[in-house]
C-alpha cells in the first residue's frame, strides 16, 4: 500500500522560515493529513538540485508529493544576469526540469502536487526593498514560468496548488518583507527574510495543497 509523504523542492515547503519544527507548509499539511513526512525539500534549492539531488531520493511507493521549484532560478539569475535573455532562458531549464520531475513523481503512483512560484513583489517586479535589481518584464517572465507549471500538471495528472494567485497582496503591497519575524503581527504580510514564507505564509501553502488535493478528488 502507498504510505508516507515526500516534500520536493525550496523553502516554501521547510520549517525553517515558519517559526520552527512543524510549522512549515510541508509539515502543517503532514500534520492535517496524519501522514509520515519525508523533508527533501532544502533552503537554496534550484529546480536543478531538485533533479540532480532530490529526486533520486524518492524511493518505494508515497501516497502523496508535493513539489516546489523555480523561484531560486529565477532569483539567482535576475543577481548574476538580468537581462531578459538569461531570465527566458531560465525559465526553459526549469520547465525541462519540471518535466523530468513530474515523468518521474507521477509513475511513483503517488498523489502528486504542483506549486506555482509566488511573487514577493505583487506583480510589480521591484525588489529593490531586498537590494535586489528590477526585473525587467518581472511579471511577464514569471506568468510564463508559472503557465508552464499549471499545463504541465495538467499533462501529468498531477495535482495544482496555485500559491502564485493566493499570494498576491501578501509581498511587499503588505508590508516589509525584509522583516526577520516569522509571525509578524500583521497577519496580511506572509513573506520574512525577504523571499521566505513566514507562519502566515505557510499556513496559506498548506492551505493551498489541501484545496488543490480535495479538488482532485
Not at 4 to 26: E, F, H, K, Q, W
Not at 65 to 85: E, Q, R
Not at 114 to 139: H, K, N, Q
Request: hydrophobic share 45%.
Amino acid at each position: 500500500m502507498p504510505s508516507g509523504y515526500i516534500a520536493l523542492g525550496d523553502s516554501m515547503s521547510i520549517d525553517a522560515y515558519a517559526g520552527g519544527p512543524g510549522l512549515g507548509a510541508a509539515s502543517l499539511l503532514a500534520d492535517d493529513l496524519g501522514i509520515d513526512l519525508t523533508m527533501l525539500a532544502a533552503d537554496g534549492a534550484t529546480s536543478d538540485d531538485v533533479v540532480r539531488r532530490q529526486l533520486g531520493q524518492v524511493h518505494g511507493r508515497p501516497a502523496l508529493i508535493t513539489l516546489t521549484m523555480g523561484g531560486n532560478d529565477l532569483l539567482t539569475t535576475l543577481v548574476s544576469a538580468p537581462a531578459p535573455a538569461a531570465l527566458s532562458a531560465a525559465v526553459t531549464r526549469i520547465a525541462e526540469n519540471y518535466e523530468t520531475a513530474l515523468t518521474s513523481l507521477t509513475a511513483t503512483g503517488a498523489r502528486v502536487i504542483a506549486t506555482t512560484v509566488y511573487d514577493p513583489s505583487d506583480g510589480t517586479g521591484d525588489l529593490s526593498l531586498i537590494g535586489l535589481p528590477e526585473m525587467a518584464g518581472g511579471a511577464a517572465v514569471l506568468d510564463t514560468l508559472n503557465t508552464f507549471i499549471r499545463e504541465a500538471a495538467t499533462r501529468h495528472g498531477a495535482a495544482l496548488a496555485d500559491v502564485h494567485a493566493a499570494f498576491l497582496g501578501h509581498g511587499t503591497s503588505a508590508g516589509d518583507i525584509s522583516t526577520p519575524d516569522s509571525r509578524p503581527a500583521n497577519r496580511n504580510l506572509w513573506f520574512c527574510g525577504h523571499i521566505e514564507p513566514n507562519a502566515w505564509g505557510a499556513q496559506a501553502i498548506r492551505n493551498t495543497w489541501r484545496r488543490a488535493l480535495q479538488s482532485a478528488a
